[in-house]
């Protein structure tokens, strides 16, 4: 069964980081890309970003380029989010996803793309 399993989260302030972890069991993902997306109270998900497994291609939303970092590690197979300089809008809901690709991670933004999900981690950034 596949599973990802989210951790990290917390309650920050304003410019602090945090790291989020996206731990996969079940299958080995190394043909997949996998992202981050998150989601706040009453907004729809919105994409964060994405790495290929394999290669390591990364695509991120331009509001979080210079301040998220996405990476991943094999032997442990585990997605990173690292987050730095953390802004009140960071506040969410962070969601784990994997999907079976070979495409560019550039053309897979929209959550109907991915099949596996985890069940999220919650970013509360205080100003």
């Known amino acids: 069964q596949v599973q990802l399993v989210e951790s990290g989260g917390g309650l920050v302030q304003a410019g602090g980081s945090l790291r989020l972890s996206c731990a996969v069991s079940?299958?080995?993902?190394?043909?997949?890309?996998m992202a981050w997306f998150r989601q706040a109270p009453g907004k729809e998900r919105q994409f964060v970003a994405a790495?290929?497994?394999?290669?390591?291609?990364?695509y991120y939303t331009d509001s979080v380029k210079g301040r998220f970092t996405i990476s991943r590690d094999n032997a442990k197979n585990t997605v990173y989010l690292q987050m730095d300089s953390l802004k009140p809008e960071d506040t969410a809901g962070y969601y784990c996803?994997?999907?079976?690709?070979?495409?560019?991670?550039?053309?897979?933004?929209?959550?109907?793309?991915?099949?596996?999900w985890g069940q999220g981690t919650q970013v509360t950034v205080s100003s």
């Open positions: 079940g299958r080995t993902f190394r043909s997949d890309i």
């Open positions: 996803a994997a999907e079976t690709s070979y495409s560019n991670p550039y053309y897979y933004t929209a959550p109907r793309q991915y099949e596996y």
């Open positions: 790495i290929r497994w394999s290669g390591g291609s990364t």
